[in-house]
């Protein structure tokens, strides 16, 4: 396009699709994106539905009742790829969770047609993308549709927001998905966010047969916090983590089984045993001038008494450790999502413990608006070199070692149980013998002195004949 003596950039189907298909590694983190588009939306309420009676040729509608899109908000931002909402929009800039304005990829990584329904100012306009049979060159248009011909199966639903946005995915291929972990998608979808932070309810339905109904479910973690044998957390108040945890816990490691129903008293460590947590540091901001920046370190890691699911299951009934949660990672989240699955891999710690670390943690400088955008290519991670990553591990590190520390002396304490009990049942046995060899000399007397007289009666029975 040219216009004003200058010559624009377009973005061809072919682009687009090969940056969605870098930017996610699965399905589940495109549609965790697609759902962050309707929490920065200002929604209370955000539903997502995945119709897959055909898996091959599945159906999503993901819906939200926040501010919706006029006609300039379609043409000038949602069209608009890598554009930064938070320079725009400044009362949102410390809440809006993307920043480079290319989560809408997330639709073409999972489809190659889609519709948008959205509604504000009592205004509704429907559109639709369409590459199926795109050149690779062509540049993508949103083209104008009648709502009628979408066939939302939400509507119902979706007639009650007076103002949001809807995106139907059609023809999305979900073959390869057990159902098993169709019907977990719960269940993963609530690790990509602090949900106590935002402000909002994530509801999902899922359906593969066309006699069930649609039944949402909301989105809730479930985390064995009664397993935890060591924990920390930044929040002590009512509503803590810490509230939630079991004052003792079964550790099974002893050799004897009457020591196996000894619970163990769980420790609790707090923010003022690791002042460095929070501070402020200087960094080179995006001005090209130093600042001092205030950082701070919020949430919890804990360290699990056992991850046998049986043994963890007599703690706590919600263990969970299988294809869809994994209970050993410490997930980092930047404005309360998910930016690392699993920060203990940063830290270098070999410990034979690790599988036994699980937490949830934030670290928002990560993310902030004057500094440089540290983000890797794929979005799913940093460089484990750059600064504010080699602050957060200098802070993450001492915590992870004490919980670590506190799991290692317990073993000891039950090491040590086993080695007395061993020593005080090898001194019974000893005991046991030396009464034994004390009775032997009485018995061979008893047996001598029966044989002796034994004999006297021989010899008296011959005297006789």
């Known amino acids: 396009m040219v216009e004003n003596d200058k010559i624009q950039f377009n973005f061809s189907y072919y682009a687009l699709n090969l940056l969605g298909k870098q930017l996610y590694t699965n399905r589940w983190s495109a549609m965790s994106e697609l759902v962050a588009n309707g929490l920065d939306a200002g929604a209370k309420s955000v539903r997502l539905y995945i119709n897959s009676i055909d898996k091959n040729h599945s159906a999503i509608e993901i ?49 190659k047609k889609y519709y948008i329904v959205t509604k504000q100012n009592g205004i509704t306009s429907a559109w639709i993308l369409d590459s199926t049979n795109a050149l690779e060159d062509d540049v993508p248009e949103l083209v104008s549709v009648d ?72 989105v809730e973690k479930t985390i064995a916090f009664k397993n935890f044998y060591s924990f920390f957390s930044t929040n002590t108040g009512n509503n803590s983590e810490i509230q939630k945890l079991s004052s003792e816990v079964y550790i099974k490691n002893s050799r004897y089984e009457e020591f196996l129903e000894r619970k163990r008293k769980v420790k609790i460590h707090d923010s003022s045993e690791f002042p460095e947590i929070e501070g402020k540091r200087k960094f080179l901001t995006l001005s090209g001038k130093e600042k001092n920046i205030e950082y701070k370190l919020s949430g919890w890691i804990g360290i699990h008494s056992t991850i046998k699911v049986g043994e963890a299951r007599e703690n706590d009934e919600n263990f969970i450790k299988n294809d869809t949660y994994n209970p050993s990672r410490i997930r980092l989240y930047v404005r309360d999502k998910l930016a690392v699955e699993n920060f203990y891999e940063y830290l270098g710690n070999t410990s034979a413990m690790r599988p036994y670390i699980e937490g949830e943690i934030s670290f928002d400088i990560l993310d902030n608006n004057e500094l440089e955008d540290i983000s890797t290519p794929s979005r799913e991670g940093f460089s484990k070199d750059e600064e504010r990553i080699k602050l957060l591990k200098e802070i993450v590190t001492p915590i992870v070692n004490r919980l670590i520390s506190d799991r290692n002396a317990i073993s000891a304490v039950i090491s040590q149980e086993d080695r007395e009990e061993e020593e005080r049942r090898l001194e019974l046995e000893r005991e046991e013998r030396r009464g034994e060899e004390k009775e032997k000399p009485e018995k061979g007397k008893l047996k001598r002195g029966e044989r002796q007289r034994g004999k006297q009666r021989n010899l008296k029975q011959k005297t006789l004949i």
């Open 147 to 218: 709502v009628s011909e979408i066939g939302i199966e939400n509507e119902l639903l979706w007639n009650r927001y007076t103002s949001g946005t809807l995106l139907k995915l059609v023809d999305v291929n979900m073959s390869g998905f057990g159902e098993t972990r169709l019907k977990s998608l719960k269940q993963a979808l609530s690790e990509f966010y602090i949900l106590d932070n935002l402000g909002a309810s994530i509801e999902v339905a899922y359906r593969d047969n066309k006699n069930e109904k649609i039944k949402y479910e909301t």
């Open 63 to 111: 819906f939200d009742d926040g501010s919706g899109m006029s006609l300039d908000d379609l043409s000038n931002k949602y069209t608009k790829i890598g554009r930064n909402r938070r320079l725009y929009e400044k009362e949102l800039s410390e809440k809006v969770k993307g920043r480079k304005g290319i989560g809408k990829l997330a639709t073409l990584y999972l489809t």
